[in-house]
């Protein structure tokens, strides 16, 4: 499993486990039925995994990242802080675009359809959230000048998580993931 942090990285072998078990479970389970939307339980036994993990596949329309931002909210309200709440439906909205935008593989004859994956640690107070595609092109913020129109989308995850970073998955493809302490 390879991966790429940047941001603000933080020093802790909790950290590494909540997204290396988020990608392995990515692997691992696949990607649900478009539409479909999975509530995961934690294994037993498992001390790694979260508390909590939900996934959604986002069908490529215009209303993607307002279904994304709906889907954080409604797993995790009540659980974390709004305000992280907000910083997360933000950063889901900004990753599921990037995903509908760059993830398509050049030879690819089907439809795009990105999956959202949430996961909270209660115990570790972090929560993950990443969004797989099936292109291996890798993410790289860019720097737009001031009167771009597009561009800053992973500058804005790299304001308001705390780490960022991707991972290539087994299958093909990779997950682009943000972690928040909560």
């Not at 990607?31 to 498992?46: K, V």
């Amino acid at each position: 499993m390879s991966a790429e942090q940047v941001a603000r990285p933080v020093n802790s072998l909790r950290v590494e486990a909540t997204w290396e078990w988020l990608c392995r479970a990515v692997d691992d389970l696949g990607r649900p039925e478009p539409g479909e939307s999975l509530t995961l339980a934690p294994a037993a036994g498992d001390p790694r995994g979260p508390a909590l993990c939900s996934v959604l596949v986002v069908p490529p329309v215009t209303q993607s990242a307002r279904v994304a931002r709906a889907f954080t909210w409604a797993a995790l309200d009540g659980r974390i802080a709004d305000e992280r709440i907000e910083d997360m439906a933000v950063t889901v909205s900004e990753l599921l675009s990037n995903a509908l935008r760059y993830g398509q593989p050049r030879d690819a004859r089907t439809p795009l359809e990105p999956s959202l994956w949430l996961a909270l640690w209660d115990r570790w107070s972090y929560a993950v959230c990443g969004v797989t595609d099936e292109s291996e092109r890798i993410p790289v913020e860019g720097h737009p000048d001031e009167l771009a129109e597009s561009g800053r989308g992973l500058q804005v995850v790299s304001a308001l998580s705390d780490s960022w970073g991707w991972n290539l998955r087994a299958a093909g493809g990779k997950t682009v993931w943000a972690l928040f302490r909560l």
